[in-house]
């Protein structure tokens, strides 16, 4: 992750017009924490204006905002920085110094989350996984562990070091999407041994296949955009078989 991005924690399930000190006596059904790859800070102030009134704006008014933060480790790789958020602590601490390293003891290259004691779940191949070489405990495991493993902590994203390694050690679940002929969110056996019925749903709604091939377009005109440089410039590669790194593109 070349730029770590933010965290932003909120509470869904529960919204009134109480004070703060109200707020506090009522316990949430659900907590959400939500990373967004690469989204520097001041993306927030930069792209305010196109933001919609219940979406990060409503976050930033309604939510707490941490103007004064940093991080006081390199490199900022992806598995480095869900570790950190998470765990609260460093890479010498929590021991995921980078999506992949050399392990001296194995000889070897290692992936932060393979873990060939387990088996996929949901596909033929891509889910041996867990967060085992995770060293220490993560807020999902505390939060877990302060409702006696009565409430459920579910990890759910595009890359499998990023569901896992925000869910902890005592996840309920941690679910990734596997691409290519695959097409469909799976699992590790570290987790379950069979996919639940909503996850399978959602693999043969075709909604994936659906998103995918459709083209991907700016939210207003392309010239509106003042905020940003030209769409046409050096700094971006092309997708694919395009000839041009513009909008739209196709997926």
């Not at 703060?20 to 102030?45: A, H």
């Not at 305010?48 to 991080?71: A, P, S, T, W």
Request: proline share 4%; with cysteine.
């Amino acid at each position: 992750m070349k730029n770590l991005g933010f965290l932003l924690f909120f509470l869904l399930g529960f919204y009134t017009a109480s004070s703060q000190s109200d707020l506090g006596k009522t316990k949430p059904k659900l907590v959400v924490g939500v990373v967004v790859d690469q989204m520097r800070y001041d993306y927030l102030t930069r792209f305010y204006n196109k933001y919609c009134n219940d979406g990060f704006k409503r976050l930033i008014m309604q939510g707490y905002n941490c103007e004064n933060v940093h991080f006081n480790y390199v490199p900022t790789y992806t598995a480095v920085g869900h570790a950190s958020i998470y765990t609260g602590t460093t890479p010498d601490i929590h021991g995921i110094i980078s999506n992949n390293w050399y392990d001296k003891d194995l000889k070897k290259s290692i992936y932060c989350v393979d873990d060939n004691r387990y088996k996929t779940v949901g596909a033929k191949s891509g889910g041996e996984k867990s967060p085992y070489r995770m060293q220490t405990t993560t807020i999902t495991d505390a939060l877990h562990l302060a409702q006696n493993m009565n409430g459920k902590v579910i990890g759910i994203s595009i890359k499998d070091r990023a569901a896992i390694l925000p869910a902890g050690h005592t996840a309920n679940a941690a679910y990734w999407f596997q691409g290519k002929k695959t097409g469909s969110f799976i699992s590790s056996s570290f987790y379950m041994d069979k996919l639940p019925k909503w996850v399978e749903k959602f693999n043969i709604s075709g909604i994936a296949e659906k998103y995918l091939n459709q083209q991907w377009k700016t939210l207003y005109p392309i010239d509106t955009y003042t905020e940003s440089i030209a769409d046409d410039n050096e700094f971006e590669r092309t997708y694919k078989d395009e000839k041009r790194p513009v909008f739209p593109h196709d997926l």
